[in-house]
């Protein structure tokens, strides 16, 4: 039973790794808008830093969330590779001229 709930597990842990990168995003690009929107209108402002300091923190949640749904989705749905020994060749011997 172990490795079906291990299955089921990790199906929740990616789901909502990718709900989690989705709001991410999506907070990245409002607040991208709102430092841009804010910069034109009043640059050096309050606003203007707190608009960029939050969209450094969403993009910031974002790359974690990505990395983190990478790391899970590369270790858990790749089969393990085995490698074969690399084969001499079965003459090696030269003729010396």
Request: a positive charge.
């Amino acid at each position: 039973m172990a490795p079906k709930t291990e299955r089921i597990q990790f199906l929740r842990a990616a789901r909502q790794l990718h709900r989690a990168r989705s709001f991410y995003a999506v907070g990245a690009l409002l607040w991208a808008g709102s430092a841009a929107w804010t910069s034109w209108q009043a640059p050096g402002s309050r606003q203007m830093w707190v608009s960029a300091l939050l969209l450094a923190v969403f993009i910031g949640l974002l790359a974690t969330a990505a990395l983190s749904l990478r790391r899970l989705t590369a270790h858990t749905t790749r089969p393990p590779v085995h490698h074969a020994a690399p084969r001499k060749a079965a003459n090696t011997r030269h003729a010396h001229a």
